[in-house]
């Protein structure tokens, strides 16, 4: 069973940068997902990133101001979150996926595993 774990939340003003860790125990996935949700929201898709290949896929909302990457070494996935905003402030989490080919990333129910969570919050 993996085990995820995030780091790197914290309070930042707007269009300050946080750089959130996610590690995880053992290399048994394909594919891992931020995602994040907000007080009284649904968990919303952020990023994600196939771990064969490093291809990423982000949200519309933060398409070129984050970026998702990989340590295949460490087995820790990043997501580099520049000029960020008021509506960036949430409990953000990594997940894992664990089918071989998955074909879709930005759905919490296809994710196999799952971290604490780490809380992001942005002043304005």
């Known amino acids: 069973q993996v085990q995820l774990v995030e780091s790197g939340g914290g309070l930042v003003q707007a269009g300050a940068s946080v750089r959130l860790s996610c590690a995880a125990s053992?290399?048994?996935?394909?594919?891992v997902g931020w995602f994040r949700q907000a007080p009284g929201k649904e968990r919303e898709f952020v990023a994600a990133?196939?771990?064969?290949?490093?291809?990423?896929y982000y949200a519309d909302s933060v398409k070129g101001r984050f970026t998702i990457s990989r340590d295949n070494a460490k087995i820790t996935v990043y997501l580099q979150m520049n000029s960020l905003k008021s509506e960036d402030t949430a409990v953000y989490y990594c997940?894992?996926?664990?089918?071989?080919?998955?074909?879709?990333?930005?759905?919490?129910?296809?994710?196999?595993?799952w971290g604490q969570g780490t809380q992001v919050t942005v002043s304005s």
């Open positions: 990133i196939r771990w064969t290949g490093g291809t990423t």
């Open positions: 997940a894992a996926e664990t089918h071989p080919f998955p074909s879709i990333l930005n759905l919490a129910s296809r994710y196999d595993y």
């Open positions: 053992e290399r048994t996935f394909s594919a």
